[in-house]
């Protein structure tokens, strides 16, 4: 599945308690399915921007975050996402991280090339950038 050259935009009338915002822009739940994100453009969320549930695999490539009041990725049930030259600027927490977000989230820098290299088998990635890194990371899945 892939979602490309889409702009979320959670700013609406409609919001009962996320300050005239979508809570969920958009969810990945899917069992045993991979996806893409690339050149995306998501902005104004207060939270699982998106959210990854249900064994699901996700590579985000060159996609922007802009002004998001809480948290824009929530990984769970195991599920796995490669962020690839991804920018999140005026974002508060890049990824939740606390006990129940127990699946992996990566975001190469300059020491981990190889090892992406030689486990993903692509030449070369794209360093993560960010205004504030608090909360972003690789973690490792629960058993």
Avoid: I
Wanted: charged share 15%; aromatic share 10%; proline share 6%.
């Amino acid at each position: 599945m892939t979602t490309s050259n889409s702009e979320f935009d959670s700013r609406t009338q409609y919001s009962a308690t996320s300050g005239g915002n979508h809570y969920w822009d958009f969810l990945f739940l899917c069992t045993q399915t991979q996806g893409t994100l690339a050149n995306d453009y998501v902005h104004n969320t207060p939270g699982s921007s998106p959210g990854v549930g249900g064994n699901f695999v996700v590579h985000a490539v060159k996609n922007y975050w802009s002004n998001n009041t809480g948290y824009s990725y929530k990984v769970v049930n195991y599920c796995n996402v490669l962020l690839e030259g991804d920018y999140f600027e005026h974002t508060a927490t890049p990824n939740k991280h606390d006990a129940e977000t127990v699946g992996a989230m990566m975001a190469p820098s300059s020491s981990p090339q190889s090892t992406c290299k030689s486990t993903l088998r692509c030449p070369s990635l794209r360093p993560m950038q960010c205004s504030s890194l608090s909360g972003v990371g690789p973690r490792r899945a629960s058993p």
